[in-house]
């Protein structure tokens, strides 16, 4: 089957703006995840979703950053009044259990 | 609090010739390991994966050991290929239930035909 899908694969948004990234995961896959990569730096931890519900959001920089997840499936997240620091690899995965995560192509987000 | 140190950051060797990285992380109760592999552009791919109940893992030339008492584990490639060439990170996994996986740094590996 498909994998996991992102869009879009890249966003230049100007500073103040508010953007949103969408990630559809692999089909039946109840656990979501969303990571931040910055130029030359390992992944960071936002967000984890199992199902609709958000257990874990300790990775979210900031208010401005949301996400939510409907049905099950497709999330977005959600950066309001970007900063140029938001500029980033924005990265989804998702999994069946906890294990093996797979991830999407990611966003390229550029603040200016 | 949760982090992972991955060494070193850089690695060249002679095509033919094994590499190592490794990763130590702070959670005695972390209790799965994978390592992934990041082509330039491209996205994350698990290249294994090990758990906290075995020592020693291999696929091919792949292989990860893990030292739970010393909290440190590591990638070994032996008879390294020009397409081994890539970006490669550590992981450890800080909750049981949430699969959350805290990430090295990364290791950017080049192998010289």
């Known amino acids: 089957g498909a994998g996991v899908s992102q869009s879009p694969s890249n966003k230049v948004t100007e500073k103040g703006k508010d953007v949103e990234l969408r990630c559809d995961p692999i089909?039946?896959?109840?656990?979501l995840y969303w990571y931040r990569q910055s130029l030359g730096q390992g992944l960071e931890f936002l967000i984890y979703?199992?199902?609709?519900?958000?257990?874990?959001k300790s990775g979210l920089p900031s208010d401005r950053f949301s996400a939510e997840r409907t049905g099950g499936s497709v999330s977005t997240l959600t950066i309001q009044r970007t900063q140029q620091e938001d500029s980033a690899v924005y990265l989804c995965?998702?999994?069946?259990?906890?294990?093996?995560?797979?991830f999407g192509p990611g966003t390229r987000l550029t603040v200016l | 609090g949760e982090n992972v140190e991955q060494h070193p950051s850089t690695l060249s060797v002679q095509e033919g010739d094994s590499a190592v990285i490794k990763c130590t992380y702070s959670d005695s109760a972390s209790n799965y390991f994978p390592w992934y592999k990041q082509e330039l552009g491209k996205r994350p791919q698990l290249i294994i994966d090990i758990r906290s109940n075995v020592g020693e893992k291999k696929d091919q030339r792949i292989a990860v050991t893990l030292n739970k008492t010393a909290k440190h584990f590591s990638l070994h490639i032996t008879e390294t290929q020009p397409e081994d060439s890539a970006v490669y990170f550590c992981?450890?996994?800080?909750?049981?239930?949430?699969?959350?996986?805290?990430f090295g740094q990364g290791t950017t590996l080049q192998v010289k035909p």
């Open positions: 992981a450890a996994s800080f909750s049981s239930n949430t699969g959350k996986l805290i």
């Open positions: 979703f199992q199902g609709n519900s958000a257990p874990d």
């Open positions: 089909s039946g896959h109840t656990a």
């Open positions: 995965a998702s999994s069946l259990q906890v294990g093996e995560q797979f």
